[in-house]
């Protein structure tokens, strides 16, 4: 059984504040690493994908991999009111086989 | 360019009854998805095809059966709904090694 654990939140932050969002996975062979973003009612969209260990900035999303410790994470600097939604970490170890957490709800206070 | 596109939207059904999701994505993407999403259970691989004319079982297939029909169109059936296949149905599709998953917009389903 392959297992992506995410805190389900809700987390809430200020707005301009920054957004710390984890995710830890049990698959030791796991190669690729997503984060998607979906708002309620809608489907997920993708933000950020990483391979290799250590940050990856896109903007104001900046994603971290640490494979030793199995664990990714997701800072989302300057936080608007926008990034409202439910982030979810994915993982897969064959490029077709994708393993979803269950998401993390986030809250931007204006 | 509409991307990735789903049929029904919404659809209710009694126990025993069939249907087929229809998806259909112009992206010219090689590999197509069928995911369920479920309240704490996290979006869920039900079968997937890497390339037109092959299928393979995901996380929880059971009680599915799927189609590639051709390279834009993936089909998922459901030979006797159950209560327990109630949930909201994504349809996905990604070039080769499905960094880029682009989601269609989901099918709602009901088995009373």
């Known amino acids: 059984q392959k297992e992506v654990e995410q805190n389900s939140g809700p987390l809430s932050v200020p707005e301009g504040a920054i957004a710390s969002l984890n995710c830890t996975y049990s698959d030791r062979g796991s190669q690729s690493f997503f984060w998607y973003r979906q708002y309620s009612g809608k489907s997920p969209e993708l933000i950020m994908f990483i391979y290799s260990n250590g940050d990856k900035e896109d903007g104001r999303f900046t994603a971290q991999l640490n494979k030793a410790s199995q664990y990714v994470s997701l800072l989302i600097r300057d936080s608007q009111p926008s990034d409202s939604a439910t982030y979810l970490c994915?993982?897969?170890?064959?490029?077709?086989?994708?393993?979803f957490g269950t998401g993390t709800s986030l809250t931007v206070i204006p | 360019n509409a991307g990735v596109t789903q049929t029904p939207k919404f659809q209710v059904l009694k126990t025993g009854q069939s249907m087929t999701l229809q998806c259909a994505q112009d992206?010219?993407?090689?590999?197509m998805y069928w995911y369920r999403q479920d309240p704490g259970m996290g979006l869920r691989l039900i079968y997937y095809s890497a390339s037109e004319g092959t299928t393979d079982k995901g996380e929880v297939p059971n009680g599915y059966n799927v189609s590639r029909l051709n390279k834009r169109e993936f089909s998922l059936r459901l030979e006797s709904a159950a209560p327990s296949q109630t949930s909201v149905y994504f349809c996905a599709s990604s070039d080769v090694g499905g960094a880029d998953q682009y989601f269609g917009p989901g099918t709602r389903l009901l088995v009373l």
């Open positions: 992206m010219n993407h090689n590999s």
């Open positions: 994915a993982v897969s170890n064959t490029g077709n086989q994708f393993y």
